[in-house]
């Protein structure tokens, strides 16, 4: 069964999709597997905003005239497809940012100014990115609060006997990735909701690696807030959304000040806008969120189901191949997995291998990956991490094989 779905992609018509893949880098056809860090664009959405820039640009909501009729219409209908992908239930609780860093800062800021006081507590977990770290503690500083921390197995799960018993009267939030970016685990994190909602706890998705992979469902799921960037999901850079419950959107203050974030203004007095509006201040990146309506409606015609077995697929194929290598280390080895290969090799640096591979055309990334704190627990500097997308191909895993195999050879 398995095999019938994955051919439901036909990978040559989708690699066509995709221009940058016919590349080549230092004489080699490109193998991309960098996508965890962004990934590439179909003809589709880069079409959408030079067809945008050629044909239908003009700043939105404020004017009465019919380009500026017409991009508002535009901008809304994206507003609807995003909607409609992550199965919201209203269009307000649609939120376009610049990306999952500045969705979560949002919330940190509005939710914190808010609810959180001094001794009250935020708990992220082990596995997260910079981006779903920095912005709690920096909140948890100004408002004297403290971050507390969801333990890992050595695989890379979370414990979530120790989720349990972190959770108190005194925490007001928890944030927590949907996918891991440096070791591809999947959290539970139906289960991790279902706990915090025992206690009426908020609870924050950083979906910016679960997005371009799985099937996400925000009424299913019952968290309140999801972020993620359109970046990662074949759309542009620049622009990314905030779910969140109406409820609870309506309830935090404003982000950031401006146009368009406002009712009316007076010097002594300014009343704000309603949502979605309250939180998107000043002309926003248009031709972004008409690109991310391209990337999503790309996404629905491959179907995310299709895309999802696909990449499967490929993770265990590149696992059972790269296992065999003597030396390996795999980083990252939990039950649920999504399309992520971290590794190490003997005591060679990941650097070493990444600049190696990139010489024979294939694009890794090597580092911590955001993810110190991970790397810290962890007792590594860092990991070269191959990660996959659906338009990636099994004879790419064989190139990736091969050079990585030579490239131990030469530093051994
Ligand atoms: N969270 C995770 C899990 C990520 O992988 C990333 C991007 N690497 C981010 C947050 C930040 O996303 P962006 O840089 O697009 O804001």
Redesign the pocket.
């Known amino acids: 069964m398995l095999a019938e779905e994955k051919e439901m992609i036909d990978i040559k018509t989708v690699r066509k999709d995709f221009p940058i893949l016919s590349r080549e880098v230092y004489g080699k056809p490109l193998v991309y597997f960098d996508n965890?860090?962004s990934s590439q664009k179909p003809s589709k959405v880069i079409d959408a905003i030079s067809h945008y820039y050629e044909y239908e640009h003009s700043n939105i909501h404020r004017g009465v005239h019919h380009l500026s009729a017409e991009a508002t219409e535009k901008h809304e209908e994206s507003r609807k497809t995003i909607q409609g992908f992550i199965n919201a239930k209203y269009s307000h609780e649609i939120i376009f940012t610049k990306?999952?860093?500045?969705s979560i800062n949002l919330v940190a800021y509005s939710f914190g100014n808010k609810f959180i006081n001094g001794g009250d507590e935020v708990i992220v977990s082990s596995l997260e990115?910079h981006?779903?770290i920095v912005p709690w503690q920096m909140m948890c500083e100004a408002r004297g609060a403290k971050l507390k921390v969801i333990p890992i197995n050595d695989a890379g799960e979370l414990l979530l006997d120790e989720y349990r018993n972190l959770l108190s009267i005194k925490t007001k939030i928890v944030a927590i990735?949907h996918?891991?970016?440096a070791l591809g685990t999947i959290n539970p994190v139906k289960e991790i909701i279902a706990e915090a909602k025992k206690k009426s706890i908020p609870v924050l998705l950083?979906g910016?690696?679960a997005i371009p992979h799985l099937a996400v469902d925000v009424q299913e799921l019952d968290c309140d807030f999801y972020a993620f960037?359109a970046?990662?999901i074949f759309g542009p850079t620049g622009v990314?959304i905030l779910y969140g419950k109406e409820n609870l959107l309506n309830t935090i203050p404003p982000y950031q000040g401006g146009g368009d974030m406002i009712e009316t203004v007076t010097f002594e007095q300014t009343t704000y806008n309603e949502l979605p509006h309250k939180f998107e201040a000043g002309t926003p990146n248009m031709a972004g969120v008409i690109g991310l309506k391209a990337a999503i409606d790309y996404v629905n015609e491959v179907g995310i189901n299709n895309i999802d077995i696909a990449e499967h697929q490929l993770l265990e194929y590149a696992t059972e191949q790269i296992s065999v290598i003597k030396g390996i280390r795999l980083i990252g080895t939990a039950k649920e997995k999504a399309s992520v290969l971290s590794f190490l090799v003997n005591d060679i640096h990941p650097y070493d291998i990444g600049t190696i591979l990139d010489r024979m055309g294939i694009a890794v990334r090597t580092g911590h990956h955001?993810a110190e704190p991970l790397m810290n627990r962890l007792s590594i500097p860092g990991t070269v991490r191959a990660s996959f997308a659906f338009y990636n191909t099994k004879e790419e895993v064989d190139v990736f094989i091969n050079a990585l195999k030579k490239a131990i050879s030469m530093l051994s």
């Open positions: 965890a860090a990306g999952t860093t500045d990115h981006s779903n990735g996918v891991s970016n950083d910016a690696q960037s970046h990662k990314g955001c």
